[in-house]
DNA sequence: TCTATTATTTGTCATATGACAAATAATCAG
DNA sequence: CTGATTATTTGTCATATGACAAATAATAGA
């Protein structure tokens, strides 16, 4: 679990000894390309943590998928709003390829954040980092025309020509048809 | 400071001695209408917690003025992204009307995080509510027409008939013409 | 109260993007 | 390798919303 252990470490700015307490507290799971992590309906009770792979998060609406967000290694993430409200998820988590995830239950979590002070620092790191990025998110739906959300996108995530791209477009906020159109003019 | 006081004893959970440890490090200001808590350009170093009256968060495209936020009593905020990579802001903070706010320095608020537990939680959830409704918005952007992202504003926000269309449309993304027929119609 | 300023509504027309469908292209399972 | 499935591109047309401007309406300062 190299690349998790590093990031815990940059995360929260501990040494080795603080780490490994957080690193023995958390259970792997592996997936299968297209096996769910989590899925709408259930409630979110626990915090997952990639060391490999790329997990997608949508809901549905209608007959249509929304990814809300694509996951990489060394990445954290939970729904957190079942999470905190303990009400139903409308969040499926899909892994995009072959991954390994490390999960902590949110019981185990809670304590560990009242023991881990280098715990603590992580879990308010990540939402802080979230809560940025999703801001920019927002300033672009706001402001921006289709195309420069999609140059957004292609800068700053590597993923975004990996993936089908009907995972990506409704990321982005359009159809697949328009993203494939932008793409063409790009080149 | 009542409002300010139940909302920080609300978040913390904790009693009225640890509540008062952190109201005494808050600085009240007193804001008339349209005066600037801060300017883009600026450094956000401050957390603010709003006692009275509305402040409102926008940034500047082009010649446009794009509304990210309006805050109203017992909301805790700062621009989190300059407040924590120590850039300078592109976000203006003005009053919507006369205001009453407190505020730490980001200096203190470190210093107070690492005393005292109650802060620090309140800090945390104060992020984990601002992530799950910034969620809320980005999932409407991509999955919701204009009328639609107007109702869920509506139903939510009781400033929305309040201050002036033009601070408005553009929190919702779209025209200052198009909310005025979206609200038509529902006449 | 009156006038000037600012905000809102409404009209007309333009345009970015969506909807739907068909044609290619790529991928995968046997 | 090959056919079947899935993904992408492309065409045509529809539509929600934007752009701009003018007409009202509301608000605020003297």
Redesign the interface.
């Known amino acids: 679990m190299e690349v998790l252990k590093n990031e815990i470490r940059r995360l929260s700015g501990s040494n080795d000894a603080a780490v490994d307490e957080i690193l023995k507290e958390l259970t792997p799971k592996n997936l299968k390309k297209g096996a769910f992590l989590q899925r709408a309906g259930t409630i979110s009770q626990r915090y997952y943590f990639i060391e490999k792979g790329a997990v997608r998060l949508f809901?549905e609406?209608g007959m249509?998928e929304?990814t809300?967000w694509i996951g990489t290694p060394g990445q954290i993430f939970t729904d957190?709003?079942s999470y905190?409200s303990g009400q139903l998820s409308r969040i499926n988590m899909e892994a995009l390829e072959a991954s390994q995830v490390y999960t902590i239950t949110k019981d185990k979590s809670d304590k560990l954040a009242t023991q881990s002070n280098a715990y603590?620092t992580i879990?308010?790191r990540t939402?802080?980092i979230?809560?940025?990025n999703?801001?920019?998110?927002?300033?672009s739906?706001?402001?921006d025309q289709a195309s420069e959300r999609y140059e957004r996108v292609a800068n700053e995530k590597d993923w975004l020509s990996k993936y089908p791209l009907k995972y990506i477009s409704?990321?982005i906020?359009i159809t697949q048809s328009s993203l494939s159109r932008i793409r063409a003019k790009k080149d």
Request: aromatic share 18%; proline share 0%; glycine share 4%.
């Open positions: 809901y609406k249509e929304f809300v957190l709003e905190l603590n879990l308010r939402v802080e979230a809560f940025v999703l801001s920019k998110n927002v300033i739906f706001q402001s409704s990321f906020g």
